[in-house]
């Protein structure tokens, strides 16, 4: 028996270099992961792969580019010999109003989200087709879910993401290939930025909180991307888990 939950695993992390995705890198390897992080803030994932040795291996790329998905499988099989996990994380859009967003806005938002989510599930398909066990955890959001204001291509771009995960949940079960989505509420560099620049729109989001605070990174988020990851999940796919301290309840 492994003595660690992920012990043997091999994964590929979406912008995991740092925020949420950082880290989820940092605790896959905690529980015996080893991590292809795919990011384009070269300072801080080469920082990351030398803080974490040889158990992680950085890819500098952007994630709306289908070579660098391509890329990071191969990298992820030629280092480790095998994918068993992919997290999707990664994605960047610009906060407007719906009637102020250009077409720009909007590409940047589906090229990074739902088509960057499309293609590297697409490039590892045939090699989470040999892991036996193999788990794709998509990012999604709360403010697609509540119609969160000023975020109308982020959130069109994670509904698309959940609608998505529902339906390859369903075609890829014959392959014991679980696909589920986590909505993250946490409070990152990102979300401190925004909070500054929205003081209301933040305050109004905490507010809704039962638990009373947005989620670390570390402690709240990963920890449900980690179980995901793990044969512990074995029996759930196609689910959308929320990591927002009660802030929506799903029926």
């Known amino acids: 028996m492994n003595s660690l939950p992920l012990e043997g695993k091999s994964a590929v992390v979406t912008g995991g270099a740092s925020g949420i995705g950082g880290a989820v890198t940092k605790l896959l390897v905690e529980r015996g992961a080893r991590v292809v992080v795919v990011d384009l803030q070269q300072e801080a994932g080469e920082a990351l792969a030398g803080e974490l040795g040889d158990a992680v291996v950085f890819l500098r790329g952007d994630v709306s580019d289908r070579a660098v998905a391509d890329l990071a499988v191969s990298t992820a099989v030629e280092r480790f010999g095998k994918l068993d996990v992919l997290v999707n994380n990664a994605s960047v859009s610009r906060q407007k109003p719906f009637e102020d967003q250009t077409d720009a806005d909007w590409d940047l938002a589906m090229d990074t989200g739902l088509y960057a989510t499309r293609n590297f599930m697409l490039a590892a398909l045939p090699e989470l087709k040999k892991a036996g066990g193999a788990s794709v955890i998509n990012f999604g959001s709360g403010a697609g879910l509540d119609g969160q204001p000023n975020q109308a291509s982020y959130a069109a771009a994670k509904e698309a993401i959940r609608g998505l995960s529902r339906v390859v949940a369903n075609e890829w079960a014959p392959h014991d290939i679980r696909v589920n989505v986590v909505c993250p509420m946490a409070l990152t560099a990102g979300v401190a930025a925004w909070a500054e620049a929205r003081p209301e729109q933040y305050a109004q989001s905490a507010a809704k909180v039962p ?13 449900i991307v ?5 044969d512990d999940a074995r029996y759930m796919t196609g689910q959308t888990v929320m990591a927002d301290g009660g802030a929506i309840k799903l029926r």
């Not at 638990?211 to 920890?223: C, I, N, S």
């Not at 980690?226 to 793990?230: D, E, N, P």
Request: aromatic share 12%.
């Open 211 to 223: 638990l009373g605070r947005f989620g670390d990174p570390d402690r709240d988020v990963a920890p």
């Open 226 to 230: 980690a179980f995901l990851a793990s």
